[in-house]
């Protein structure tokens, strides 16, 4: 069978994968005046971004923040022409008591919940009198990611500077000579194991002077252009639900949660307009879980008393995960290089003492696009040398650095307890992060006990309290186009024979990973997989590979 040839295509800038970054920087640039093509003298600049899912709005939706940079970016937004969107109207810090006794607390924590346990009647709930400035969100915004990438990606597409190509997955950074000099699309017309078939198109190479990279922390470019893999994860699992008529919930409404199902587990809530609430979950990458199928945790989060009375009678409207990069500036690896530069959660941008990503992505990419017109006027190549004082220096100038050096010590002391993690959080915050509780947080592979029979029979409905499988069905709507490889590899079976822990399919948010043959590797059914990347960073061995593909999440409610 004779192949085709592998096709080339030259463009001034190629952009790895569209999430806020992403949409931070083509915003910025597109509206730059009299940015010439070099490729192509006498054009506009030529600029293409490749995203893995099928749509722009395709990501786990559900987010607060404070929208300083999208709205310096975007100073006349208004959120009513965004689906979903609401400013942020009321915002509380609520204490979740355990009502069922389930939850793996020591000895002192029962003893504080007995104690303040007269004051959180009926709901075990206690709303704290104060929020800490760092964790506020005042004058910030509830949006949905899914519609707010839409609605960004309309405006740059309608910009005609800008190309950007959903389902389009990007296998790796082109490198010759210690410069990345663009990339290239994954092949098509595979088998699972990637074996030409007789529909075989190579993925072509796209050719440019600039790569951006954008494609988050488990991004298949990102990972091969890092020299240091981050320590500190978090996988994030969120539901959006249509709430019942009647429900008292103002669009706008912001409750960030701790103590409830496990101590070490931060929850929140999100009232969006049209009567939808996003409810999730983080689940840390430290974190010594009896049971650690994110999944079980957000039902047991979501019939905790509190927030059942604001969700009961509501309906799953979607549902999905993600990875998180909790290290923050600390798991901060090279911004740029030659011909490359990083931006959004991949770069570092992620706040973990405010619990902020979005707007800290947007505003790297902004900030990346206002140096890269910086060169493009002055005529300079993106060297590292330029890009770091037209890309780096703006940016450590800025809040976003400011903050993350604050937020840097935010998750020491959680090793050592919820209440010393706690302690550790406010010494980063109050001290401007000079203080902190000493020692990291560590990813923890050793086998743990099965404590799930602890907690009480998840009481179905049908509507909102379904089993996992049926959340990939009603919520999760995942799907996996044929002629692409797996993304998911076990690189050496004989290792995961005799792994103990199994934690990446214990760990996998859409039980696509599942026990395999005895003497090899688990099974993967990418017909399942939401691209969270948990199991990446769950496999102690190292021995999963975690790499382009195509379909998960589809979509935009997600």
């Known amino acids: 069978m004779s192949q085709a040839e592998r096709q080339t295509m030259e463009m001034d800038i190629v952009c790895v994968g569209f999430g806020p970054a992403a949409a931070g920087f083509l915003t910025t ?19 293409v971004c490749y995203e893995r899912a099928d749509d722009t709005g395709f990501g786990v939706s559900g987010v607060v923040t404070r929208a300083r940079g999208i709205r310096a970016s975007l100073p006349g937004l208004d959120p009513t022409q965004i689906p979903l969107a609401a400013p942020v109207v009321e915002e509380r810090l609520v204490y979740l008591l355990d009502p069922v006794g389930a939850s793996r607390r020591s000895r002192g924590h029962r003893w504080l919940d007995a104690l303040l346990s007269p004051f959180a009647r009926p709901l075990s709930a206690i709303e704290l009198p104060y929020i800490p400035p760092f964790l506020r969100k005042d004058g910030g915004l509830v949006l949905s990611i899914g519609q707010f990438l839409q609605f960004v990606s309309a405006e740059v597409m309608g910009s005609g500077t800008v190309q950007i190509w959903p389902g389009t997955p990007v296998a790796g950074p082109l490198i010759e000579d210690a ?26 190479d796209v050719r440019a002077e600039l790569t951006v990279v954008g494609d988050g922390p488990v991004g298949a470019v990102g990972q091969q252009l890092n020299e240091r893999p981050p320590r500190e994860w978090a996988l994030g ?4 639900i249509d709430l019942a008529e009647g429900t008292n919930l103002p669009p706008g409404t912001v409750l960030h949660t701790l103590g409830f199902p496990e101590p070490e587990i931060f929850g929140f809530l999100y009232a969006h307009a049209e009567r939808v609430a996003s409810v999730g979950i983080f689940v840390p990458s430290w974190f010594r879980s009896p049971a650690r199928t994110g999944y079980r945790y957000l039902q047991r989060f979501l019939m905790h008393p509190y927030i059942w009375r604001l969700v009961a009678g509501g309906r799953m409207r979607s549902w999905g995960a993600k990875s998180l990069q909790e290290s923050g500036r600390r798991g901060e690896p090279a911004l740029v290089g030659e011909g490359y530069a ?17 707007d800290e992505a947007w505003t790297t990419g902004a900030q990346l696009a206002e140096g890269v017109s910086e060169l493009l006027k002055a005529g300079q190549p993106f060297t590292r040398q330029n890009l770091e004082n ?39 915050g109050f001290s401007g992060g000079r203080l902190g509780m000493g020692g990291r947080p560590q990813p923890i592979p050793a086998p743990v006990p099965d404590e799930a029979s602890r907690w009480p029979e998840i009481p179905y409905d049908g509507q909102l309290l379904v089993s996992h499988q049926d959340a990939l069905l009603m919520g999760g709507k995942v799907q996996a186009p044929p002629g692409f490889a797996d993304h998911v590899r076990f690189l050496n079976p004989a290792v995961c024979a005799k792994c103990a822990t199994r934690l990446c399919s214990q760990m996998c948010s859409g039980q696509a990973i599942a026990a395999g043959d005895a003497n090899g590797a688990p099974s993967f059914d990418r017909e399942k997989c939401v691209h969270c990347g948990a199991c990446l960073w769950n496999c102690p061995d190292g021995v ?11 979509s935009n409610e997600n």
């Open 179 to 204: 410069r990345v000099v663009g990339v290239r699309l994954a092949d098509q017309g595979v088998d699972r194991a990637g074996r030409p078939e007789s529909n075989y198109l190579p993925g072509m």
């Open 390 to 428: 037209a890309y780096v220096a703006r940016r450590r100038a800025s809040w976003v650095d400011q903050e993350a050096r604050i937020a840097g010590r935010a998750r020491d002391g959680f090793h050592k307890g919820f209440f010393r993690g706690l302690a550790g959080m406010a010494l980063a």
């Open 29 to 47: 640039l597109a509206k730059a005046p009299g940015l010439e093509s070099r490729v192509a003298p006498g054009m506009p600049l030529q600029v």
């Open 342 to 358: 990083r931006i959004g959660e991949g770069s570092g941008s992620t706040n973990p003492l405010a619990g902020s990503g979005v």
């Open 237 to 240: 699992m969120k539901m959006v």
């Open 544 to 554: 999963l590979a975690f790499e382009a593909g195509a379909g998960g999440l589809h």
